[in-house]
């Protein structure tokens, strides 16, 4: 599904990115674990086409599309979708019009008939259960308003209704009290299925207690420096990110 | 020879005597402006003696006057003698003969606003045969409202038909020593709405020009009176959401509103006159002098504009809030794009107790577009206990654009309080990319972005006029971003 090849990217000629290879296939779960400033949101900000990111060389392909060449829209309708870090507030414009010409775009794109007001008001709300979100939410602004956890939970809201083929979850875990972890886990659980893959970009293990991934790696200074199963997650919780750094510089 | 004959002779010789002869079986005044002029166009009007006594009255201030050089626009002088001021309505047969000789370009833009056919052929000045669905709408509808006492007509049926009523009112909110466009207006308009609320009387439905018989052609120098009666309430709307072509460059407009106890007044504009091209060449100037008299106790006036065309704007519906407890608002939405120049906002000037009003200005300035919301609040010394909330915000779209704020102040009563916030923000990227990452495309982004920004503006509109105002600046916008 997605095929990252020695990817290497930067900001205003500082190098970030310094060669990452990643192949994510459907039906799996990847996390990407790293210190603060190792550039993992750098990799989800340039997957998704943000604006001021250099890329200097490598690879990304999508479904086999060139992922590089793609406008950020149409990066989206193709079903790549990212969970914001931040989430943008949209002052005025209510969630459920915002979300509707989202999913109408992504549904156009798949040549599926676009959803008039009532169907998509049935189909959002089986998908706001999910969620444990209120009626009303539908009617506030994007974001607007909104405490970190609606933010969190909004996000994954979104990809519940728009269906991505790859998930990339950026921090989602970030500012998140226990109990809406909880919630927005056991939604990113129930989204998982054989045709979707998730990418779970975090800093600390505790998010992967609830979503469990089929691969960790992580990344260091711009490198994925090591890859494993669930319990590199756990190794790393314990003895910190630098153990495997030491370990890394010794000889073999 | 009587009296009467007399002054009819000195008339007539006067117009002689400025070596001028106008044929009043001619279809058009030659260009220019004299007082000869203006005897002919009221003449041509058939109009009542103290129209034309008027008419004079202002042209002979007029001459006094400059135009005006505070307002933050920039345009080359204009010539006031090579205007025509007056020309006949046009016959059938000018004009393009079906929408097949119309601008496709402007075709196009209908068709995104989702215009009807009919609709199209109306506005394009195509000469049709068949009724227009807007004419026999609009007799069934006048008869309607006559049954109630309603008088909405054109100013010149007006007076014809109720010339006592006209002469009552007729510059007693912005008499014709106002301003520079206000006194030209005064002096030369040639037509514009009527409408008179009696005593009481609920308007059962949303008064338009679009349902006005001879709503067309109206001219460059339109005028308009509203009167409310004790008690009674109105809502009216001016303009169409259609780009409206005009040969005409110049344009002063003036609009009277006079609300009496108890009675409530709401007047919504779109305005979307030619705003010129994509180097700023042509466009429509527009100079308005709109403003409401709160004279009863209790009685309210609310103004809502979206302006979205015209090369210059400059307009500043006004409320005089005389009566105690009277309420006086504003909403305005105002987009520059392009190479257009817009200086817009309001004066509340608070005379009476207890008296309130609101501003909420939005002003968004995309491609070289230059936006000033200028604004004075005012309370005399009688106001106690008057207050003002004011809120102006500014949108900037790119990094070619400009938004000012010029509010003013003004308070001699101490019970008075005001409020005035304001905030001047760019829509953001972090914005836009987030839109983007949900399949949305940037154009499609900005436009939701901007209609959310003047969602408290929209929702003062009647319903099918602000989804149309939403259309409206989604094309406006458009070419906005790269």
Same mark, same amino acid.
């Given at each position: 599904?997605?095929?990252?090849?020695d990817?290497k990217?930067g900001?205003?000629g500082t190098s970030?990115?310094e060669?990452?290879?990643l192949?994510?296939?459907?039906g799996?779960?990847?996390a990407i674990?790293?210190?603060?400033?190792? *550039?993992?949101?750098t990799?989800a900000?340039?997957l998704a *086409?943000?604006d001021?990111y250099?890329?200097? *060389? *490598?690879s990304?392909?999508?479904?086999?599309?060139?992922?590089?060449?793609?406008?950020? +829209?149409?990066?989206?309708?193709?079903?790549?979708?990212?969970?914001f870090?931040?989430?943008v507030?949209i002052?005025?414009?209510?969630?459920?019009?915002?979300?509707?010409?989202?999913?109408?775009?992504?549904?156009?794109?798949r040549g599926?008939?676009?959803?008039?007001?009532?169907?998509?008001?049935?189909?959002?709300?089986?998908?706001?259960?999910?969620l +444990?979100?209120r009626? +009303?939410?539908?009617k506030?602004?994007?974001n607007?308003?909104?405490?970190?956890?609606?933010?969190k939970r909004?996000e994954?809201?979104?990809?519940?209704?728009?269906?991505?083929?790859?998930a990339?979850?950026?921090e989602?875990?970030?500012?998140?009290?226990?109990?809406?972890l909880?919630?927005v886990?056991?939604g990113?659980?129930?989204?998982?299925?054989?045709?979707?893959?998730?990418?779970?970009?975090?800093?600390y293990?505790?998010l992967?207690?609830?979503?469990?991934? +089929?691969?960790?790696?992580?990344l260091?200074q711009?490198?994925?420096?090591?890859?494993?199963?669930k319990?590199l997650?756990?190794e790393?919780?314990?003895?910190g990110y630098?153990?495997?750094?030491e370990?890394?510089?010794q000889?073999? | &020879?009587?009296?009467?004959?007399?002054?009819i002779?000195?008339?007539?010789?006067?117009?002689?005597?400025?070596?001028f002869?106008?044929?009043?079986?001619? $279809?058009?005044?030659?260009?220019?402006?004299?007082?000869?002029?203006?005897?002919f166009?009221s003449?041509?009007?058939?109009?009542?003696?103290? &129209?034309?006594?008027?008419?004079?009255?202002?042209?002979r201030?007029?001459?006094?006057? @400059?135009?005006?050089?505070w307002?933050k626009?920039?345009f080359?002088?204009?010539?006031f003698?090579?205007?025509?001021?007056?020309? /006949?309505?046009k016959q059938?047969g000018?004009?393009p003969?079906s929408?097949d000789?119309v601008?496709?370009?402007l075709?196009?833009?209908y068709e995104?606003?989702g215009?009807?056919?009919?609709?199209?052929e109306?506005l394009?000045?195509?000469?049709?045969?068949?009724v227009?669905?807007?004419?026999?709408?609009?007799t069934?509808?006048?008869?309607k409202?006559?049954?109630?006492?309603?008088?909405?007509?054109?100013?010149?049926?007006?007076?014809?038909?109720?010339?006592? %009523?006209?002469?009552?009112?007729?510059g007693?909110?912005?008499?014709?020593?106002? #301003?520079?466009?206000?006194?030209l #207006?005064?002096?030369?308009?040639t037509?514009?709405s009527f409408?008179?609320?009696p005593?009481?009387?609920?308007?059962?439905?949303?008064l338009?020009?679009y349902?006005r018989?001879?709503?067309?052609?109206t001219?460059?120098?339109?005028?308009?009176?509203?009167? /409310?009666e004790e008690?009674?309430?109105v809502?009216?709307?001016?303009?169409?959401?259609?780009?409206?072509?005009?040969?005409?460059?110049l344009?002063?407009?003036?609009?009277? %509103?006079?609300a009496?106890?108890?009675?409530?007044?709401?007047?919504?504009?779109?305005?979307?006159?030619?705003?010129? $091209?994509?180097?700023?060449?042509g466009?429509?100037y527009?100079?308005?002098t709109?403003?409401?008299?709160?004279?009863?106790?209790?009685?309210?006036i609310?103004?809502t504009q979206?302006?979205?065309?015209?090369?210059?704007?400059?307009?500043?519906?006004?409320?005089? %809030?005389?009566?105690d407890n009277?309420?006086? @608002?504003?909403y305005?939405v105002a987009?520059?794009?392009k190479?257009q120049?817009?200086?817009?906002g309001?004066?509340m000037?608070?005379?009476g107790?207890?008296?309130?009003?609101?501003?909420?200005?939005?002003?968004?300035?995309?491609?070289?577009?230059q936006n000033?919301?200028?604004?004075?609040?005012k309370?005399?010394?009688? /106001?106690d206990?008057?207050? #003002?909330f004011?809120?102006?915000?500014?949108l900037?779209?790119?990094d070619?654009?400009?938004?000012?704020?010029f509010p003013?102040i003004?308070?001699r009563?101490?019970?008075?309080?005001?409020?005035?916030?304001?905030t001047?923000s760019?829509?953001g990227?972090?914005q836009?990319f987030?839109?983007n990452?949900?399949?949305?495309?940037?154009q499609d /982004?900005?436009n939701?972005?901007?209609?959310?920004?003047?969602?408290e503006?929209?929702q003062? %509109?009647? &319903?099918?006029f602000?989804v149309?105002?939403q259309?409206?600046?989604?094309?406006?916008?458009?070419?906005?971003?790269?």
């Open positions: 599904m997605l095929e990252i090849k990817l990217a900001v205003e970030i990115l060669g990452v290879n192949s994510v296939k459907a799996e779960v990847h674990m790293g210190p603060n400033g190792s *550039g993992k949101s990799l900000q340039i *086409g943000r001021g250099e890329v200097t *060389g *490598g990304a392909t999508f479904e086999g599309k060139d992922l590089l060449e793609l406008e950020p +829209d149409e990066r989206a309708k193709e079903g790549l979708f990212l969970a870090q931040y989430p507030e002052p005025g414009v209510n969630s459920s019009y915002f979300l509707k010409a989202a999913l109408n775009e992504v549904r156009k794109h599926e008939p676009e959803m008039d007001a009532v169907e998509f008001l049935q189909f959002v709300k089986e998908k706001m259960k999910l +444990d979100l009626e +009303d939410f539908l506030r602004p994007v607007e308003g909104f405490s970190g956890g609606e933010k909004n994954i809201f979104q990809m519940a209704v728009l269906q991505p083929k790859l990339i979850l950026d989602t875990d970030s500012g998140l009290d226990i109990d809406a909880k919630v886990s056991s990113v659980n129930r989204l998982k299925s054989q045709d979707n893959a998730q990418l779970i970009i975090t800093h293990q505790r992967l207690n609830y979503i469990v991934p +089929d691969y960790v790696h992580v260091y711009g490198q994925i420096i090591r890859s494993g199963g319990d997650a756990l790393l919780e314990e003895k630098d153990w495997i750094n370990e890394r510089s000889p073999a | &020879m009587s009296k009467a004959s007399e002054t002779d000195s008339f007539v010789n006067r117009e002689y005597s400025y070596g002869v106008t044929d009043v079986e001619q $279809d058009s005044a030659p260009p220019g402006l004299n007082e000869d002029i203006i005897r166009i003449k041509k009007k058939e109009e009542p003696d103290f &129209m034309v006594d008027w008419r004079l009255r202002a042209y201030y007029w001459r006094t006057l @400059e135009v005006p050089t307002a626009v920039y080359p002088p204009i010539d003698q090579s205007i025509v001021y007056y020309s /006949a309505p059938r000018e004009g003969q929408l000789d601008d496709p370009k075709l196009e833009t995104k606003l215009i009807p056919l009919k609709e199209q109306r394009a000045g195509v000469a049709v045969d068949a227009f669905d807007s004419v026999s709408v609009g069934t509808f006048q008869d409202l006559a049954e109630q006492g309603i008088i909405f007509c054109s100013i010149s049926e007006a007076l014809q038909n109720h010339p006592e %009523l006209v002469e009552k009112y007729i007693t909110v912005v008499p014709y020593t106002d #301003n520079f466009f206000a006194s #207006n005064s002096a030369v308009f037509d514009g409408c008179y609320i005593k009481g009387v609920k308007c059962p439905m949303e338009s020009t349902f018989i001879n709503a067309a052609n001219g460059q120098f339109e005028r308009t009176l509203i009167v /409310a008690g009674s309430s809502s009216y709307l001016e303009g169409c959401t259609a780009p409206q072509r005009d040969e005409n460059q344009h002063a407009a003036v609009v009277e %509103l006079l009496l106890d108890d009675a409530q007044i709401k007047y919504s504009t779109v305005q979307n006159w030619y705003p010129g $091209d994509e180097e700023g060449k466009g429509i527009n100079f308005v709109k403003r409401g008299l709160c004279k009863g106790r209790n009685s309210k609310s103004w979206v302006e979205t065309g015209s090369a210059i704007t400059w307009k500043y519906p006004s409320c005089v %809030l005389v009566g009277s309420v006086g @608002e504003f305005s987009l520059t794009n190479y120049q817009a200086d817009t309001t004066k000037t608070h005379i107790k207890n008296t309130r009003s609101t501003v909420v200005s939005k002003g968004i300035s995309a491609g070289h577009g000033s919301y200028r604004g004075l609040v309370f005399n010394k009688n /106001a206990n008057a207050r #003002n004011s809120q102006c915000d500014s900037l779209i790119g070619q654009s400009g938004a000012h704020t003013y003004e308070g009563n101490p019970t008075t309080s005001v409020e005035h916030e304001a001047t760019k829509i990227e972090d836009i987030y839109c990452q949900r399949g949305i495309s940037t /982004a900005v939701m972005i901007v209609n959310g920004y003047c969602k503006v929209f003062q %509109l009647p &319903m099918e602000a149309e105002a259309k409206l600046l989604g094309v406006s916008l458009e070419g906005s971003v790269g």
